[in-house]
């Protein structure tokens, strides 16, 4: 029997978020509707006029030129665009490339592909707190450098990198600067003409956006080879007709979330220390794995360890009752293995296997917080009574 979405807590909204209605609206109006931008008649003149101000609406949200935005067919595509579209243009001048170990998995898969092609890679050091030191940039960097990729926010720990002081750096040493802005865009202000990015891809989905839609800034003057060439309007970067239905519903997400951007930082801010303050108070023996609250962490993202109990039983514990978490990256299929975000920070293998990862969004409400915390607290105190490991631990500590 399934159970009414809305009466699920949904706490996994770095795996998906909502879409606004207004957004869906129309995405459903120009999809149903025969709007094509590459017709002359007057319904494609009308369908143009739209997508400009569509573009022009985005690209004000991350403080760019509408001649500077790719949109493509998910935020996957506008990274391999960005990434691999760079190298195959640029890597006759240089074969050396700079990213960290957190990067999100398919990102270091790309990077893994391009070194069987010649590229040479170098991972930039992480401290236990997921956190690069941008002067790693130019201690590490060479002659053959051309690239370094960084990811803006990590969506397992919730590591917000130091994106400005690491852009300057390379263009200092005028490395071309590619960020995954997968997990920043709509909760971190972004102004590109303050930071001097080289490209960056963003996840309208992740702003309650539509989803199967990539956005890839490229800044003027950075020049890259197409994957999947095309004669659009997408610069000749990207093959087939504009998809204007998301184009134009991605750009209403943007609108609607600068709109409301103060009221929901301060409102998402409150929920994640509410919940830590009140896990932490309530549950013994639990950690939070990655920046303590504050500047470094994103507002969205609390990843916690309660020892001695896996984190798949307590997702699958707490989606019985209700609420939906999750336990590991979101893209990534599950396994027994920890990730390679915690073994990069060297967290410790039973924490690891303990984690879980709760992702707040707009639509997250007081109610369902206080209802998700009498659930989860229940739920653990439950798993740890079954637990091995808890019970040996209470002896050993009653003992001494």
């Given at each position: 029997m399934e159970r009414s979405i809305d009466k699920l807590i949904f706490l996994d909204h770095q795996s998906v978020s909502p879409v606004f209605k207004e957004a869906l609206e129309l995405f459903y109006h120009y999809s149903l509707e025969p709007f094509s931008p590459l017709s002359i008649h007057q319904l494609g003149i009308q369908?143009?006029?739209?997508?400009?101000?569509?573009?022009?609406s985005f690209s004000s949200f991350i403080g760019c030129s509408p001649d500077e935005l790719v949109f493509t067919g998910g935020i996957w595509e506008a990274i391999i665009l960005g990434i691999e579209g760079f190298w195959r243009k640029n890597?006759?001048?240089?074969?050396?490339?700079?990213?960290s170990p957190i990067e999100q998995k398919p990102i270091l898969l790309l990077l893994d592909k391009l070194k069987r092609e010649g590229a040479q890679l170098t991972l930039l050091p992480v401290d236990k707190e997921g956190m690069v030191d941008p002067k790693a940039i130019e201690e590490l960097s060479t002659p053959q450098t051309i690239l370094c990729c960084l990811q803006w926010v990590n969506p397992e720990i919730g590591t917000i990198q130091k994106i400005k002081e690491a852009a300057e750096i390379c263009?200092?040493?005028?490395?071309?600067?590619?960020?995954?802005?997968?997990?920043?865009?709509?909760?971190?202000?972004?102004?590109?003409?303050?930071?001097?990015?080289?490209?960056?891809?963003?996840?309208?989905?992740?702003?309650?956006?539509?989803?199967?839609?990539?956005?890839?800034?490229?800044?003027?003057?950075?020049?890259?080879?197409?994957?999947?060439?095309?004669?659009?309007?997408?610069?000749?970067?990207?093959?087939?007709?504009?998809?204007?239905?998301?184009?134009?519903?991605?750009?209403?997400?943007?609108?609607?979330?600068?709109?409301?951007?103060?009221?929901?930082?301060?409102?998402?801010?409150?929920?994640?220390?509410?919940?830590?303050?009140?896990?932490?108070?309530?549950?013994p023996m639990v950690s939070l794995n990655g920046p303590q609250l504050g500047p470094n962490r994103s507002i969205q993202n609390l990843n916690i360890s309660p020892e001695f109990i896996g984190g798949e039983a307590q997702v699958l514990s707490c989606d019985m009752k209700g609420v939906l978490l999750s336990s590991g990256p979101s893209c990534v299929q599950k396994n027994l293995r920890i990730?390679?975000?915690?073994?990069?920070?060297?967290?410790?293998y039973q924490k690891a296997m303990s984690s879980v990862r709760i992702s707040l969004g707009i639509t997250t409400t007081k109610e369902e917080i206080e209802r998700f915390l009498d659930i989860y607290i229940g739920v653990v105190t439950k798993l740890r009574e079954m637990s091995i490991g808890w019970k040996k631990f209470l002896s050993k500590k009653n003992s001494e």
């Amino acid at each position: 029997m399934e159970r009414s979405i809305d009466k699920l807590i949904f706490l996994d909204h770095q795996s998906v978020s909502p879409v606004f209605k207004e957004a869906l609206e129309l995405f459903y109006h120009y999809s149903l509707e025969p709007f094509s931008p590459l017709s002359i008649h007057q319904l494609g003149i009308q369908s143009k006029k739209t997508l400009e101000s569509a573009l022009e609406s985005f690209s004000s949200f991350i403080g760019c030129s509408p001649d500077e935005l790719v949109f493509t067919g998910g935020i996957w595509e506008a990274i391999i665009l960005g990434i691999e579209g760079f190298w195959r243009k640029n890597s006759l001048r240089g074969k050396h490339i700079l990213t960290s170990p957190i990067e999100q998995k398919p990102i270091l898969l790309l990077l893994d592909k391009l070194k069987r092609e010649g590229a040479q890679l170098t991972l930039l050091p992480v401290d236990k707190e997921g956190m690069v030191d941008p002067k790693a940039i130019e201690e590490l960097s060479t002659p053959q450098t051309i690239l370094c990729c960084l990811q803006w926010v990590n969506p397992e720990i919730g590591t917000i990198q130091k994106i400005k002081e690491a852009a300057e750096i390379c263009e200092k040493k005028s490395i071309a600067f590619f960020c995954d802005g997968s997990y920043a865009g709509g909760w971190i202000p972004i102004d590109l003409k303050k930071i001097p990015i080289s490209l960056l891809a963003i996840n309208p989905n992740q702003f309650n956006g539509p989803k199967g839609i990539g956005v890839l800034y490229i800044r003027q003057g950075i020049e890259i080879e197409p994957i999947i060439p095309g004669l659009n309007k997408e610069l000749g970067l990207w093959g087939g007709t504009e998809n204007m239905a998301s184009i134009v519903a991605a750009a209403k997400a943007a609108e609607i979330t600068t709109k409301i951007f103060k009221e929901k930082i301060e409102k998402i801010g409150y929920f994640q220390k509410l919940i830590w303050e009140r896990i932490s108070a309530s549950i013994p023996m639990v950690s939070l794995n990655g920046p303590q609250l504050g500047p470094n962490r994103s507002i969205q993202n609390l990843n916690i360890s309660p020892e001695f109990i896996g984190g798949e039983a307590q997702v699958l514990s707490c989606d019985m009752k209700g609420v939906l978490l999750s336990s590991g990256p979101s893209c990534v299929q599950k396994n027994l293995r920890i990730s390679h975000v915690f073994k990069a920070v060297g967290l410790e293998y039973q924490k690891a296997m303990s984690s879980v990862r709760i992702s707040l969004g707009i639509t997250t409400t007081k109610e369902e917080i206080e209802r998700f915390l009498d659930i989860y607290i229940g739920v653990v105190t439950k798993l740890r009574e079954m637990s091995i490991g808890w019970k040996k631990f209470l002896s050993k500590k009653n003992s001494e």
